[in-house]
């Protein structure tokens, strides 16, 4: 995290550039201090992972929107907007609403990995974990159409296994609503690939939780898978909206993915307004924290073990206004912002 003074007699720091030519620091806001200093995240800490956090009405989605617009112009951005709230928020940004035509990516070259995706999503027990593996028999399925019916005409003999079989199906057709709109001919990637403006999936339309919550697994999936198959070149940020819902700390996917992708040039950026849900792996995971008003006590204090904070900034914590953020970032004590999107 970079200070920059405010005063024009201080000179600016020279940043580094990116592949187009512009400044790879984040600018942020203005430190509340006297004189106000210009507050910016360097580059090369939002490319380890952040996690912007902050109760409902905090101005922690305009942060996250305010940052996706930077990141754009130093790699390719990509928003998982929940509620559809980005559309509004910012003036430049590609729409990305799943359906037929546009489907979710099933971009996944292990069935292993696949299998680990749908055991978050639909808690599979390990004989249904078992049926799928066995059904599947190594062959990703074309889209969720194709995968029920493997599953439905695998043969099986024992009891346990024909149970555990129609048990899968029904969850399964649990999904139903969003069988056409997951698909491995899916465009969202070449989208991704060739626009420099924030690519903004807009998971609001797709009602069903479990199959948002799909969506999001299989769309960070495809995005590891492209990088490693060099279908994606620039870094790329990912900005993951109500983290909290797709968080499961106890299997630890998001955590282990996270831990993963850095290597490959792929930022992740987890927004949640409970941060309680997110595990200690996945905070220290994150070189930048971004930390709006939050009121539970038991955030407060997960987030004040996890930064290190004073008792003073402890105290601040419930009291900060509406865009008013604790900034923390390799290299800086953590500093009192006031967010200025510029969106």
């Not at 194709?146 to 899968?168: H, N, P, Q, T």
């Not at 220290?284 to 924290?289: G, L, P, R, S, T």
Request: proline letters at 4%; one cysteine or more.
């Amino acid at each position: 995290m970079v200070w920059k003074p405010t005063l024009t007699s201080l000179p600016l720091t020279l940043s580094p550039y990116s592949r187009n030519g512009l400044s790879k620091e984040v600018f942020v806001g203005y430190a509340k201090t006297s004189p106000k200093f210009k507050v910016y995240i360097s580059g090369d800490d939002l490319a380890k992972h952040a996690v912007i956090v902050g109760s409902t009405g905090s101005g922690k989605t305009t942060t996250a929107a305010h940052i996706a617009t930077q990141a754009s112009k130093q790699g390719r951005t990509l928003i998982l907007d929940w509620f559809g709230e980005y559309q509004n928020l910012l003036r430049r940004g590609k729409v990305f609403k799943p359906c037929r035509e546009s489907p979710i990516p099933l971009l996944v070259d292990d069935v292993v990995d696949l299998i680990n995706i749908f055991e978050e999503v639909l808690q599979l027990t390990p004989a249904q974990s078992y049926i799928m593996l066995k059904a599947l028999d190594g062959v990703i399925p074309a889209n969720l159409s194709v995968l029920e019916d493997v599953i439905e005409g695998f043969e099986v003999e024992a009891r346990w296994m024909l149970e555990s079989k129609l048990a899968l199906l029904r969850r399964l057709q649990d999904l139903s609503r969003g069988r056409n709109y997951i698909s491995r001919d899916s465009k969202l990637v070449e989208t991704i690939s060739k626009s420099e403006e924030p690519v903004i999936v807009d998971l609001s339309q797709l009602k069903d939780f479990n199959v948002k919550k799909l969506s999001v697994l299989l769309t960070l999936k495809a995005v590891e898978v492209s990088k490693m198959k060099h279908l994606l070149n620039d870094q790329v940020y990912v900005f993951v909206e109500e983290a909290h819902n797709v968080v499961n700390s106890n299997t630890d996917l998001v955590g282990r993915l996270m831990s993963e992708v850095r290597k490959l040039g792929i930022a992740i950026v987890l927004v949640t307004q409970s941060p309680l849900i997110l595990n200690y792996r996945m905070l220290n995971n994150a070189n930048v924290k971004v930390v709006h008003t939050l009121k539970s006590r038991e955030d407060i204090e997960l987030i004040v073990k996890s930064l290190g904070l004073s008792e003073d900034l402890r105290a601040v914590i419930p009291k900060l206004g509406v865009g008013e953020a604790i900034v923390d970032a390799p290299g800086q004590e953590p500093v009192i912002v006031e967010v200025k999107p510029s969106l």
